[in-house]
C-alpha cells in the first residue's frame, strides 16, 4: 500500500508560481508512471504531467507545456510540480498519483489563481 500526500497548494495572483509536492510512504518509482492530475469544479480529472518510469521521459498537458515542470527526488520518495506564469485557468484541486497494477491517489492540494 502506498500514501501519497499532497502540499503546496493555495492562493496565487495571475502570473505568480507555486511548487507543488507530494511525500510518498514508499517507493513509487516502481509503479509505471507516476503523474500529476487536476480537477477543475464541474470538469473531468486531466492530466497534467507524468513521469514514465522505465525511461524517464516526461509528458505534460498542451495547456501546461512549457509553464509546468515534473521532477522527482528518489532519496526522498516524493514528486514536484513546479508551475510557473500561473492562469486563471489553471484553478483546481492537483492530486498525486502512482499508476501502475494498482492506481494510489492523495488527498489533494487545491490551487486558486486569481487576476
Known amino acids: 500500500q502506498v500514501r501519497l500526500v499532497e502540499s503546496g497548494g493555495g492562493l496565487v495572483q495571475a502570473g505568480g508560481s507555486l511548487r507543488l509536492s507530494c511525500a510518498a510512504s514508499g517507493s513509487i518509482f516502481s509503479f509505471n508512471a507516476i503523474s500529476w492530475y487536476r480537477q477543475a469544479p464541474g470538469k473531468e480529472r486531466e492530466l497534467v504531467a507524468s513521469?514514465?518510469?522505465?525511461?524517464?521521459?516526461?509528458i505534460y498537458a498542451d495547456s501546461v507545456k512549457g509553464r509546468f515542470t515534473i521532477s522527482r527526488d528518489d532519496a526522498k520518495n516524493s514528486l514536484y510540480l513546479q508551475m510557473n506564469s500561473l492562469k486563471f485557468e489553471d484553478t483546481a484541486m492537483y492530486y498525486c498519483a502512482a499508476l501502475g497494477e494498482f492506481d494510489w491517489w492523495g488527498q489533494g492540494t487545491q490551487v486558486t489563481v486569481v487576476s
Open positions: 513521469i514514465i518510469s522505465s525511461s524517464g521521459n516526461t
